[in-house]
């Protein structure tokens, strides 16, 4: 996702300045997708080129709120109504990095499964405490954000499992698949002689 | 950190069944203190240990080398019926298939390992009462087995293993054929056991489920292979939020 739409729906709460917005965008993802002021004024000045928000006079201590234009209210309802692709993700490093471990010589694979697992698990059992104590029913929105990132890892330590499991099943190493076709065909030949 | 404090302690614990060439290393030294107020995760592929190590933990199995510690007591130490008056009384065990006995009402069945212990009939129901207020059931203790649905059962099961003064709470895949949202609620529970005294064990291998330890350790061809550094509290996450 773009910090962009993420400032727009927040802007369309109403006027807000730089640190209001952060402020409000820290809480909407309960912290966990931390901003640096300098992030919302970069991206607040992209979307002021772009039309997509307006700058308003500074007020008297000298904070200047942005307010939602009607090309930024359209942006916005576009962005809420088309899915995400997964295209428009970010590639995933953790696959890329384990097919590299593979064909990599003098990685242990297992042990940066093992490394990866323990990672993913640990951030697993934060978001599950953190929902454990997210109980009042104002925290629903946070609650569903601390859902999803919970069905993520698990979805990573699955994953990892499966690596596990796969890379069992597969020793010893790529190396030996080449050879099987010849045994293969010696076997073939001696059948037929 | 002082050795006695643990509630649970496993010391280069090993399994070995049969022998020489034919011998099956279960459990190849493990060594796992878990102290009061501590739910510790154990994970693993089939075959790695965990249901070994969660048998050891509550003296129904012995081991072949190590020594197991429940509450500062060594349980090689125990003859057989010391052993199974601390398994009566100090731990909880819940387990995949329940056990419950059908011929026995919910709170018969919960009451059960306090009556053995020679807890009287009254002073048993009124614990094993409370044990089922406490998983929400109070108002169907009266029911059989048969007359409950496989979430109420395993909350049975679960009041059985809290019953009394048990510090010491192990569980094998507690939430077993359940529905997530029941599944969840079975965790709910044990965490709350946990939180208000008890030292926790959870042997499981759904992810989402060790999530609710503050450890998670990983066995691996009966070794302990890796463990994730324990949770502190949620203060640290929160901190800098408005929340």
Same mark, same amino acid.
């Not at chain 1, 295209?87 to 097919?99: G, H, T």
């Not at chain 1, 093992?114 to 104002?138: I, V």
């Not at chain 1, 499991?165 to 790529?174: G, I, Y």
């Given at each position: 996702?773009?910090?962009?739409?993420?400032?727009?729906?927040?802007?369309?709460?109403?006027?807000?300045?730089?640190?209001?917005?952060?402020?409000?965008?820290? #809480?909407?993802?309960?912290?966990?997708?931390?901003?640096?002021?300098?992030?919302?004024?970069?991206?607040?000045?992209?979307? #002021? =080129?772009?039309?997509l928000v307006r700058p308003l006079p500074e007020n008297e201590s000298g904070q200047r709120p942005y307010e939602i234009t009607d090309a930024g209210r359209a942006d916005l309802a576009l962005w809420f109504a088309t899915p995400i692709s997964r295209?428009? =993700?970010?590639?995933? #490093?953790?696959?890329?990095?384990?097919?590299l471990a593979l064909t990599t010589p003098g990685v242990d694979v297992r042990s940066v499964v093992?490394?990866?697992?323990?990672?993913?698990?640990?951030?697993?059992?934060?978001?599950?405490?953190?929902?454990?104590?997210?109980?009042?029913?104002?925290d629903l929105p946070w609650r569903l954000v601390l859902d999803a990132m919970i069905?993520?890892?698990?979805?990573?330590? +699955?994953?990892?499992?499966?690596?596990?499991?796969?890379?069992?099943?597969? =020793?010893?190493?790529?190396?030996?698949?080449?050879?099987?076709? #010849?045994?293969?065909?010696?076997?073939?030949?001696?059948? =037929? +002689? | 950190m002082d050795p006695v404090d643990g509630v649970l302690e496993l010391r280069d614990v090993r399994r070995t069944h049969g022998a020489g060439a034919a011998a099956v290393h279960a459990l190849r030294g493990v060594s796992l203190t878990v102290r009061a107020g501590e739910l510790v995760a154990v994970?693993?592929?089939?075959?790695?240990?965990k249901s070994t190590l969660l048998a050891l933990a509550g003296g129904?199995?012995?081991?072949?080398?190590?020594?197991?510690?429940?509450?500062?007591?060594a349980l090689a130490g125990l003859s057989a019926r010391g052993l199974a008056r601390l398994r009566r009384r100090r731990i909880g065990y819940v387990f995949?298939?329940?056990?419950l006995l059908g011929s026995l009402t919910a709170v018969e069945n919960v009451a059960l390992p306090l009556e053995l212990d020679g807890t009287g009939a009254r002073a048993a129901r009124q614990l094993a009462l409370a044990a089922l207020r406490e998983v929400d059931l109070k108002d169907l203790a009266d029911r059989f087995p048969d007359q409950m649905s496989g979430g109420q059962q395993q909350r049975v099961a679960i009041a059985r293993a809290l019953v009394g003064e048990r510090r010491l709470v192990l569980a094998d895949e507690p939430t077993g054929a359940l529905?997530?949202?029941?599944?969840?609620?079975?965790?709910?529970?044990?965490?709350?056991?946990?939180?208000?005294?008890?030292?926790?064990v959870l042997v499981t291998h759904e992810a989402r489920h060790a999530g609710w330890a503050d450890r998670v350790v990983f066995l691996r061809d009966g070794v302990m292979v890796d463990s994730t550094a324990p949770l502190i509290g949620v203060e640290h996450l929160l901190s800098g939020s408005s929340r």
């Open positions: 996702m773009s910090i962009r739409h993420g400032l727009l729906a927040l802007l369309e709460r109403g006027q807000m300045y730089g640190y209001q917005l952060r402020a409000a965008f820290e #809480e909407s993802t309960g912290s966990t997708w931390p901003l640096n002021i300098g992030q919302v004024y970069t991206t607040l000045a992209r979307l #002021e =080129r772009d039309g295209a428009d =993700r970010p590639r995933d #490093e953790l696959s890329i990095k384990l097919a093992q490394t990866q697992r323990t990672a993913t698990m640990r951030a697993l059992q934060e978001f599950t405490r953190l929902k454990y104590t997210s109980d009042k029913p104002e069905f993520q890892t698990e979805a990573e330590v +699955r994953w990892l499992d499966h690596c596990e499991t796969s890379l069992v099943r597969h =020793r010893p190493a790529p190396i030996r698949a080449v050879d099987q076709p #010849e045994a293969v065909d010696q076997a073939g030949d001696e059948a =037929r +002689r | 994970m693993g592929p089939s075959g790695s240990g129904l199995d012995r081991p072949t080398g190590g020594e197991v510690v429940v509450e500062g007591e995949q298939d329940l056990n529905d997530s949202q029941t599944g969840e609620a079975v965790l709910h529970l044990l965490r709350r056991r946990v939180d208000a005294g008890a030292a926790g």
